[in-house]
Structures are given as structure tokens and as C-alpha cells.
């Protein structure tokens, strides 16, 4: 499975890359492929103050509807609108093209308490 | 995009030929339909109808129900559907009451209210409550009105600003969370423990001044009865926090136990389900809701009650919510509840549930055999979950059922498994029926092995074949329109 190594993860299949001052949030390569082709993404407003954990997103499949945490707590500043019109991009390209917002962090300590690749991976050796 | 030419079926508009018909509408004589409705309430031009001859109806509408998989023709094992079987007698005795009108005075109508009435009676007695409205019209609609009913006595306590959180476990039925979110509510989901059941301890972390409900199913979507209820609706009470039962697995503990007895305030069922009429083609359906003394004062109006020997409907309920539907609910599917349990009685009910947790244990059972996993095995009642053997996909193995000619079991849910496969048989079904369908699956699994691409191809046997899963969600054509526009 494909967990790249320039980023940190939750265990509820979200990745978060911090870049600058802002962390870019996805879903991973398992989630994408665990919910099979997706069909709509609903996103947060821009602007929106919200905590980690917080569920912020959701991710809606031909299997199911998955709501999407936030990792980091913070201010959302911008979300991939191309989203709206093809969704696809979540599963073609997790990583890249098919990320879901970006969040302007409060407390940079809470990206670091977030789970490293290695560590991720033990995440989906678990769940099998 | 229009693919209409890549369709075998034309619609009964396509069926169209200018100036045939099927009758002559009679005319309406000296009657002026103006002076009659209102000028603005007459059409200009006639609707557009399909132009047909009765035969070309009779053969459009036969050769559609060719198509289709009911329960009249196969096995529907669907999870938390309860697709059983409903006696065609229930279809005579709703026919007997289809002269009636939901504005004729009450005193014309008693024998429609008294039925109301004692099924009423019958819903509490069956399920430990004290008072019911029968005027919800399915089980999400029941949903809804139970939790403004909970949502009313909490304001009317003064507690509404606080208690604006309910509780729903992961393993629920979709539509809780959708409830209490249509409610206003916030929604905090609370963890099912290995087991499968609730995590007791969990739960009464969430407790607090700031809950207004918890939303269970009992036995849960993975078939497994919550034995802690006890425990769990003790705790809940302390804290001030409403206990909603969600109706749609009651078949699997009719006559044995009561959500009542067990501490909730509020319950919902799901007649069309439990209480045998035919459902699954979108209603009509009926959801009537059950609550505990305290609640009865926020019920929808009206209620029926006995005066002396009359029935006539309450509207005098100073704190109701309000109607929740219009006249008094889907009244045809109240009279087949009725004669359902009328037909049954008590000893039939308590049989009915018993041999429905038989059918889906025995099947559990044969499909174990076959390889299947159940991830929650414990001693599940009317329904369970299985997944298919290690490589194989649920949807996969759903269409290969197709071309066996069974109706596919629920899959994808409850969503704590991967690969589900819900699978509720019902207390109507033989042995052998179950047996034929444990082997079918059994094979398709064993082909799908072997052959990985074979599996993916079914099924082949089926009027359409592989639908277009995200094209029918991301574009849905949701209107038909004429090839000229």
C-alpha cells in the first residue's frame, strides 16, 4: 500500500502535509481504495475555525458516506473545489490532485503528535 | 447524455402512437368544471399522456414484472428489512375498508376508528409502552417524530437549551444520526466493543447535562441482542438522558421482550416490515411511535380514544408537537397490521420471532461451511453479518446471486465490517429455500476463486448487467424527456 514518507498521518486513513505556514489534508491510498469509486465530496466552508478531530468532511462512495477529521486544529483556508465536479481525483490521485482542504494551524506541536508513516503502517498491518 | 437507445425496454411513453387509445374518457355533460374548481384549478390542455391500446398496457406492465425479483418469486434475504412473506389474506381484509373517506364525519366511520384503537393497544402491549401514535407514515418518519417528542419534553423542562447532543453507536442504522441531525441535534457516535455490542463504558463517558437521547437498535444490525441494556438504560436515566428504541429489528423479539420493560421512553416500529405488508418498492409504509407516560403529553394529534362506546380523535393535547402527517397515517397498512396480529395472536408472534432467529442461525451455520466469515459471531437472533471468504468482494458475489436467481442480501453494512454481507432470512422461508441459497453462494464463492474473472462478469443471466454505479450517482437522469425537446 502507498504511504508516502513526506507526510503524517491518523488512523482514520487521513494524511496531512505541512507546507509553510498551512497543512494540506487527504484522505490515503487504503481509504480511497476501501471506499471504492467516489461519488461526492462535501467540504468545509472556507474560513471555518475547527478542532482536530473534528469531523469536517465527507466523502460519500458507491459503498458508502465517510466523514473525514480534521488532524490538526486550526483555520480552514482553502478547499479543492475541483472536487464538485470530479470527484474521481480522490481515487486517482489521493496524494496529489485529489486532496480535500488546507488548514492553517494554532498549535504546530499537534502536526508533530500526528502519526508518522512507519507508524501508519502498523495501521493497516492491524486492520489487515 | 441520453442513452435511451441503448435500452431493451422502452418506457409506456416511448409505447406512444398518435391517436390510439384504450377508452373514452366520458364527458362531463352539463357540469361546469369552471364554476365547479375555480377557473385556475382547470387545465388549458389536455395532459400528456401516453397514447396506448389496453393490450400494449396490459402486455408494457406484465413483461416489466418478468423482471422483477419480489418475495412472490425468490428468496430476499436483505439484512434489516425483514422481507417476509405476507399472507394475501391481510390484502382482502384492507380491501374492506377502501370505501372510506378521511373527511366523512367519525361517527360514520367507527369500525376504522375502533381498529385504530386496538391496534393500538395491541402496539403497547407488545412493546411495554403507554401511549401511541399510529401517524407516522414509515420508520424514518417514526424516527423523526419520536426524537421531537424527546426534544419537546426536554424544552418543556427547560433542559433544551443544554441537551442538545444525541448518542448513536457505529454499528446504527443510517438514518439515526440522519434523525437526530434533522432534529437539530448534534451527533456523537459512540464505539461498538469487540464483542459487537456497545461499549458500555464508553457510552456513560458521553453521559451528561448535555444529552438529550441515545438512539439503539436491540438486537443491533449485527443480530446481536445488547445484553447490558439493562445496565446502559440505568445509567442513561441517572443523567437525565432519553432512551429511543429503533423499531426495525423488533421480529426478532416479538412477544419475548419489551424495549419497555428493557427502559426505553420511546419506541418506533416499522409495521410495513414486522407487521407484514409488502414493502421495498418505496411504501406505503408505517411508523408508529410508543412512548412512557411522561412523553404522552407531546404526542402528534390526534389520538384516538374511547368514550364510552364511542371512539372519537383527540385533538386536545395542549403540548403536542403537532401533526406529523396528514389525516391519520397510511390507514390500509394499520388494517393488515392488524389482521396480521389478529391472525397470529400472541403464541403465533412469539413463534413468528422465534423461528425467524431458527431460519437465520441454520443459515449462519451452512454458510460458515462454505467458507464464509462472521466477525461477530456471537449468538445472533434474526440476522447476521458474514464476509465473503479471504479475496472476494461482496458486491461481486451479490451479483453472481442474481443469475442464481435469489434477491441479494444487504451489503457494505453495518459499515464496523469490511466486505458485509447482512443477511435476514425471515421466519417465512423453508429449510430447503435456505439451504438453495447457502449452496448457490457457497459455488459462487468457490467459482470466484478459481476464477476471479468470471465472478466480476456476473451477472449474465439478468435483463441489464453490470449497472453504472457512478455514473448513476454522480449524473442521475432523473426525468424522462420527449426526443423532440
Known sequence: MN????????NSHEWAKLEGEVVTVGITDYAQHELGDVVYVELPEVGREVEAGEAVAVVESVKTASDIYAPVSGEVVEVNGALEESPERVNEDP????????????????YEGLLDPDAYLKVLEEEG | MDRREDRAFPL?????????????????????????????????????????????????????????IGVDTSFYPLGSCTMKYNPRVLEAAAARFTALHPYQDPETAQGALELMYELAEYLKAITG???????????AHGELTGILVIRAYHEDRGEGDRRRVVLVPDSAHGSNPATASMAGFEVREVPSGPDGEVDTEALK??????????????????????????????????????LYYDGANLNAIMGWVRPGDMGFDV???????????????GGPGSGPVGVKAHLAPYLPVPLVRKRGSAYVLDE????????????????????????????????????AAALSVLNARYLKALLKAKGFRVPYDGPTMHEFVAQPPEGLRALDLAKALLDAGFHPPTIYFPLIVKEAMMIEPT??????????FAEALGEAARKGLANPGWLEGTPYTTPVRRLDEVRANRRPVLRWTPEAE
Do not use: C
Not at chain 2, 409502552?129 to 420508520?139: C, F, R, S, V
Not at chain 2, 443491533?220 to 443523567?239: S, V
Not at chain 2, 421466519?427 to 438453495?436: D, G, V
Open chain 2, 12 to 68: 409506456i411513453f416511448e409505447r406512444s402512437q398518435k391517436g390510439r387509445r384504450g377508452v373514452r374518457p366520458p364527458s362531463v355533460g352539463d357540469v361546469d368544471p369552471e364554476a365547479l374548481f375555480g377557473r385556475e384549478n382547470v387545465r388549458e390542455s389536455p395532459p400528456r399522456l401516453p397514447e396506448v391500446d389496453e393490450l400494449s398496457v396490459v402486455r408494457h406492465y406484465t413483461l416489466l414484472s418478468r423482471r422483477q
Open chain 1, 3 to 10: 504511504v508516502p514518507a513526506d507526510r503524517k498521518y491518523r
Open chain 2, 129 to 139: 409502552m403507554d401511549e401511541m401514535t399510529l401517524q407516522p407514515a414509515a420508520g
Open chain 1, 95 to 110: 496524494y496529489g490532485e485529489g486532496w480535500l482542504f488546507k488548514i492553517r494551524p494554532k498549535d504546530p506541536s499537534e
Open chain 2, 316 to 351: 386536545d393535547l395542549p403540548k403536542s408537537i403537532g401533526r406529523v402527517r396528514s389525516f391519520y397515517g397510511n390507514f390500509g397498512v394499520l388494517v393488515r397490521a392488524y389482521a396480521y396480529i389478529r391472525l397470529l395472536g400472541l403464541f403465533g408472534l412469539k413463534r
Open chain 2, 427 to 436: 421466519e417465512t422461508e423453508a429449510k430447503e429455500t435456505l439451504e438453495r
Open chain 2, 267 to 281: 419506541v418506533h416500529l416499522n409495521l410495513h416490515k414486522t407487521f407484514a405488508t409488502p414493502h421495498g418498492g
Open chain 2, 205 to 242: 463517558r458521553e453521559l451528561g447535562p448535555h444529552v438529550a437521547a441515545i438512539m439503539l437498535t436491540n438486537p443491533n444490525t449485527l443480530g446481536l441482542f445488547e445484553k447490558r441494556i439493562l445496565e446502559l438504560t440505568e445509567a442513561a436515566h441517572q443523567a437525565g438522558v432519553q
